[in-house]
């Protein structure tokens, strides 16, 4: 049997950082990460047989939890009918119609291979569509890794405690304006000194990369009304609250009707897909018909349109899932904060449905400024002592606790039982 420790010494030699993504790499948290083998159900199992409640769920897709046997067996019988034809099919058509007739803002959609590639060609829409070269965006939002939205970004980057990336001409950086998150006055500065300037706004409806942030009352709202102000687009960055918050995401949870929606993560089932959508006349901008130019060799891939839509039945067909989603996600945040309360712990959390963060900081977190109040080496040994007990949180004081269907009331007192254990040392 292998471990994850020699797994590492041999993937640093030809991975950069023995990973595929930075934030797998554990590096904020001290530790070497665990090399995971196995899921299913709730639980994932790393290469040395150690079993952990999956608080991260592939960072969000895994909402059905992992395995889910009517997406595997769908997927397994596509594989046997070929893996990728890079040509139209049947189910891309069946799959964007099933989106566009159960999203009430979705007219049109277009499917992508990650949550990067659907804003980075939402927003190439949103300057096509309206004649405009500026963007704003939030410190601590994250949405993706194109070179227009690394600036003051959330994820990995700030994990890393470097929101601005090497390698990033200042030509690409110039056009992206940064608000400051729930902070309308920001935004309407930046209306402001940009007179006519500026394309579209994109916000994390609920930010989840600075850990889990809500839109104070009105936020969403004013944003709205100021984009409509404006002549500017509104982009709702649905990549984590899509199909989670609801079936039709924050949009639907706000009640807020976005220009344009980037999906990721759930929509594809587990595998890579991204997608981006909205009103017809901004939709048919977009190449071959328009003239705004994106393309992909693996876009709408058979495989992966099969374990998204079967996902998206699943979800759709059984509203009552999201009934369950928010009930554990308030068993599971409401006790992490009765706990806090308790043990008068110098901490904060903030959930919504069923996703949350717990912040080491007695203040308040409402933007990236507080969220970075943090001690982030009190976060680390909380996420050791919890790991060591079997639960697997996200390797991050900035990222999400993402919640599954199959995580039962059990398991979830499980979690707060070791919780109180920590905050009783
Ligand atoms: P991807 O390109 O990683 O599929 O999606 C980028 C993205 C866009 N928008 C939002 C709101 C996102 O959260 C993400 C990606 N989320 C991170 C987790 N916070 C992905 C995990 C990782 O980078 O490994």
Redo the contacts with the bound molecule.
Sequence with gaps: MTTSAELMERAVQVIPGGVN????AYRSVGLTPRFIERADGPYVWDVEGNRYLDYIGS??PMILGHNNPAVREAVVKACERGMSFGAATELEVEIAEFICSTVPHIEMIRMVN????A?MSALRLARGFTGRDKIVKFAG?????SDCMLVAAG??VMTAGVPDSAGVPAGCAQDTLTATYNNLDSVRALFDENPGQIAAVIV?PVA??MGVVLPAPGFLEGLRALCDEQGALLVF?E??CGFRLAYGGAAERFGITPDLV?Y??IIGGGMPV?AFGGHHDIMERMAPVGPVYQAGTLSGNPIAMTAGFVQLKELHGHPEIYDRLNQAGERLFGGIAHLLEQYEAPCTINHVGSIGSTFFTPDPVTDYASAKTSDTEAFARYFRFMLDRGFALAPSQF??MFISAMHDDAAIDETLDAIETFLKM
């Design positions: 993504s930075p934030v797998r960072w969000g990650s949550g990067t590639e804003v939002n994250y949405h993706g890794h994820s990995g994390e989840a990369n960055d990549v984590i980037t990721g993560k991204g990222e999400a």
